[in-house]
C-alpha cells in the first residue's frame, strides 16, 4: 500500500473487507435465525402480466452481467492475451454486449419498479426495506450501466482500460496484498458504481435478495406425490378383496 493515502485505504481497503464480512456473517445469522423470511415474498399472485415480463428481463440481463464482470474482473488480461483474444474482440464482447446486457437489466428493473408502485396489493406488500434495496440495487446498476457508456462507448481507443487497473485491485484484495494506489486514477462513474455495489451488498443479507443463494435442489429428488381418486371407475388399481372403494356418503333411501 505504498503511497496510498488514508483516504484510499478507507475507501479501497477497509470499506471491501467491512462489506465481505458483514456479508458473509450477515447472510450466515440471516440463514439460521430467519430460515422462514429466506424467501422473495412472491407476489405473483397479485399480477402476472408486468411480472412475466419484466423478471425474466431482469434475471436474464443481470446474469449476463454478473458472467461479464467475473470475465473482466476476475481473469487477467495476460490470460485473454495468451489464449488469442485481441483486445479488438475483448472489447467489443466486453462493451457492446455488456452495454446490451445492461440495457436489458435495466429495462426489467424498471418494469419491476413501476409493476410493485402501481398494482396496490403489490405496493402494500412492499416493506421498507424493501424500498431502500430497489434505491442501491437501481443506483448500482444505473451508475454501472452510465460508466460503461461514458467510458467505453464514447471513448475513443477501446475506452479507459480497467483491466489494468480495476481488476488488478479487485484481485489484490483475495490475494490478501491490497493495492489502493491502483484506484487513485480510475473515472469517478467507476467509482461511484464499485461505491454503490458495497452498499448493496452489505444490504444484500436483510433483504429479499438473499432468494440468490437458494437454489432447489431437493425439488428434483422429492418422491412422486401420489393422488388417489374417490371415483372407483378411475381408481389407480383394481380393489383388493374384501375391501369396498369408498364411494362417499349416500343418500338415505
Not at 79 to 96: D, K, L, M, P, Q
Not at 104 to 123: K, W
Not at 171 to 192: D, I, K, N, T
Request: glycine share 8%.
Amino acid at each position: 500500500m505504498t503511497g496510498a493515502s488514508t483516504g484510499s485505504i478507507l475507501l479501497w481497503v477497509v470499506f471491501p473487507y467491512v462489506t465481505f464480512a458483514v456479508f458473509v456473517v450477515g447472510s450466515v445469522w440471516r440463514y439460521r435465525y430467519d430460515k422462514f423470511g429466506w424467501t422473495t415474498r412472491s407476489s405473483e399472485l397479485y399480477e402476472k402480466k408486468l411480472l412475466r415480463l419484466g423478471s425474466p428481463l431482469f434475471h436474464f440481463g443481470l446474469l449476463f452481467v454478473i458472467l461479464g464482470h467475473l470475465m473482466g474482473l476476475v481473469i487477467p488480461k495476460t490470460w485473454t492475451e495468451a489464449v488469442g483474444i485481441s483486445e479488438g474482440a475483448y472489447h467489443f464482447v466486453a462493451t457492446y454486449m455488456g452495454a446490451l446486457a445492461a440495457l436489458v437489466l435495466v429495462a426489467g428493473l424498471l418494469i419491476l419498479i413501476y409493476r410493485r408502485r402501481t398494482t396496490g396489493p403489490v405496493f402494500l406488500a412492499t416493506t421498507r426495506m424493501d424500498k431502500v434495496m430497489y434505491v442501491f440495487l437501481a443506483a448500482s446498476i444505473v451508475l454501472g450501466t452510465w460508466a460503461t457508456v461514458q467510458t467505453q462507448l464514447l471513448a475513443a481507443n477501446h475506452g479507459y482500460d480497467y483491466r489494468e487497473t480495476i481488476s488488478p485491485w479487485f484481485r489484490s484484495l483475495w490475494y490478501l496484498q491490497p493495492q489502493p494506489e491502483l484506484m487513485a486514477g480510475v473515472p469517478a462513474a467507476f467509482q461511484l458504481h464499485i461505491v454503490a455495489a458495497n452498499l448493496l451488498f452489505i444490504l444484500w443479507p436483510f433483504t429479499r435478495l438473499v432468494h440468490a443463494f437458494s437454489a432447489p435442489v431437493p425439488y428434483m429428488f422429492r418422491p412422486y406425490i401420489v393422488y388417489r381418486s374417490r371415483d372407483a371407475a378411475v381408481a389407480s388399481r383394481e380393489p383388493r378383496p374384501g375391501w369396498d372403494p369408498s364411494e362417499g356418503p349416500r343418500a338415505k333411501r
